[in-house]
């Protein structure tokens, strides 16, 4: 018999629910982190067969701008269907009509403003108004080992990368856990958060420094001081640049941010992992480093049909517009320069 039921808490998920989630990040274990670490009202749908999970969804709510690539102060609460740690992973999974049927249901249960980040654009879901938002960058680790990435390069990105690592030699890198996450790293994040065209919540330094032996915190310094420093995990067939952050004061002086963009695609090549997820923010340094733009969408959805009507008339107002700029970085590729 099929049901859906709504949890509270990622404990009360079924068995099933992390073999169909997929993603690390939808499982429950990182749901209880977050639970922990980063409350935000979450709670949980799932569409169950008897003792089997068809599909899921993450919902929980925040306070945020709804005119934000606009940059104008409008806050609105929100409830969003999302994983509640700001990545592009979707907060929902499952077959498309098993997931279709979830998203019906969820849309008419939550009050108020629901807005699905992070949907992948072939999705094509069945509720609320659908906007552009900003895309995610993704590199394809198709490269044995670091001397073929260089290799692969058309030559003024090959020289521009060795004149990056060069630059790179002068600073001492060192991986941790993120148990060694200090004050100091938290200061380097609050830099970047409060630079963001698009911000979510703000995470806590506990947040960070908890964060599971699977997540590695790479710190960069010069002379003592900490200048960037990157968190990467593997997910499945991706490897992903999960957080990081740096001192704008000597970024043109230490390059640090780029050479810890660097630093997470050597990682990635070495692991061998298919495909490293490189966020969504400064998408043309990472496209310098040979990724690709993947098109994210999303939708908002709610109950009243006068307020559903006025969204999709301001949607152009609400969607993301910005357009990033195109690099032919390998030799077997076709495009701009």
């Not at 969820?106 to 629901?114: F, I, P, Q, S």
Request: aromatic share 10%.
């Amino acid at each position: 018999m099929r049901t859906i039921e709504r949890c509270a808490a990622a404990g009360a998920l079924a068995s099933g629910w992390d073999d169909a989630a997929g993603s690390w990040f939808r499982q429950r274990e990182f749901l209880a982190y977050a639970e922990r670490y980063n409350p935000c009202r979450q709670r949980y749908y799932q569409l169950r067969d008897g003792d089997r999970v068809l599909a899921g969804a993450i919902a929980y709510s925040l306070r945020l701008d709804l005119l934000t690539f606009l940059r104008v102060p409008s806050p609105v609460t929100m409830h969003l269907l999302a994983v509640p740690v700001g990545i592009a992973t979707p907060g929902y999974f499952g077959a498309p009509a098993d997931r279709d049927e979830l998203l019906r249901h969820v849309a008419g249960a939550e009050r108020g403003l629901l807005v699905v980040l992070t949907a992948d654009p072939g999705d094509d879901l069945p509720i609320g108004v659908r906007c552009r938002m900003i895309p995610t960058i993704f590199l394809d680790l198709r490269f044995p080992d670091w001397t073929a990435y260089e290799g692969a390069m058309r030559a003024p990105h090959r020289r521009r990368l060795r004149r990056l690592l060069a630059r790179g030699a002068q600073l001492e890198a060192t991986t941790t856990g993120c148990d060694a996450f200090t004050e100091a790293h938290y200061a380097l994040y609050r830099q970047v958060h409060g630079r963001a065209a698009a911000k979510l919540e703000i995470l806590t330094h506990d947040f960070f420094r908890h964060l599971p032996p699977r997540f590695a915190l790479t710190s960069y310094r010069r002379g003592g001081r900490l200048v960037s420093w990157t968190i990467t995990v593997p997910d499945g067939d991706l490897f992903m640049y999960f957080f990081g952050g740096m001192d704008y004061g000597l970024l043109a002086e230490t390059q640090a941010y780029l050479v810890g963009l660097a630093g997470v695609v050597r990682e990635g090549i070495a692991r061998r992992a298919p495909l490293l997820d490189l966020g969504q923010t400064a998408d043309e340094p990472k496209l310098r480093f040979g990724g690709r733009l993947v098109g994210k969408e999303m939708y908002l959805c709610h109950r009243r049909g006068w307020v559903q009507s006025l969204l999709r008339r301001v949607r152009p107002a609400l969607e993301f517009r910005g357009r990033a700029p195109r690099f032919h970085v390998f030799r077997d590729e076709e495009g701009a320069p």
